[in-house]
């Protein structure tokens, strides 16, 4: 509690001790939104830069920062999706197959890539944190800051386009 | 929708973009949050600078001006 009560008061050394506690966290939870590595470590940057300036905001009586940063963290990965209309590149450098897939999975992996694409940034921010990372709905509305049941309408809308999209792209019957 | 149609859906978008659980951060970030903190404190623009040292040497070289400057300040 000491600690957390020291960053709320601007102290830079306890910043630099919960820096170190939560970059990976907040890595990893960008990393399932923008989906590049490179990219992901500029925006934990920039989520815990965020964070240091509204040092003054943060209501240590909760006693626990991990939820607010994550909440920061996926504003700030939207935020990218928005601004820079970012397209999420083929996954050659996440966990990629062992093998070099064929010339006709690649064309459809490039399909559903485009489907995925043509999502708004927070359809396709929850689509990827439920469907592909299997995240809960609960930490999905914490990190969105709706509700649990909003999370499934918009997995349940994110469904709907998607085969829509991929059913005009013969990917999908 | 039938919960087998999400999942049938959830298992395409998966072979696509394979979960990126597992995945580390590779080196610590620290030192560019420095860079960063550092890229903000204040800094006076060389052009102010300039501009002071010009004045500064004006009253130098014309100390005459500085009863005037006083006397409209």
Request: aromatic share 8%.
């Amino acid at each position: 509690m000491e600690l957390l009560e020291r960053f709320a008061a601007g102290d830079l050394d306890a910043f630099e001790s919960l820096f170190r506690q939560y970059q990976g966290e907040v890595y990893r939870w960008i990393l399932r939104i923008v989906r590049n590595t490179a990219t992901a470590e500029d925006l934990t940057v920039e989520t815990l830069w965020r964070i240091y300036r509204a040092h003054a905001q943060f209501d240590v009586a909760k006693g626990n920062c991990g939820p607010w940063m994550r909440r920061i963290a996926t504003n700030v990965a939207i935020d990218h999706l928005r601004r820079s209309r970012h397209e999420i590149p083929l996954p050659d450098n996440l966990a990629a197959p062992a093998q070099q897939p064929p010339a006709e999975q690649l064309e459809l992996r490039r399909e559903i890539l485009d489907a995925v694409n043509k999502l708004s940034p927070r359809l396709r921010a929850v689509v990827l944190l439920a469907l592909v990372e299997e995240e809960s709905y609960e930490s999905i509305a914490q990190a969105l800051g709706i509700s649990e049941n909003a999370v499934k309408v918009r997995v349940f809308r994110g469904v709907r386009i998607l085969r829509k999209t991929l059913t005009q792209a013969g990917v999908h019957s | 929708m039938k919960e087998t149609e999400i999942d049938e859906l959830k298992k395409l978008l998966k072979d696509a973009l394979p979960p990126a659980r597992g995945v580390e951060l590779q080196r610590d970030l620290w030192p560019a949050m420095l860079r960063r903190l550092d890229q903000r404190t204040f800094r006076v623009p060389w052009w102010d600078w300039t501009l002071l040292a010009a004045a500064a040497a004006l009253l130098f070289f014309f100390p005459g001006i500085i009863p005037a400057l006083v006397y409209h300040l």
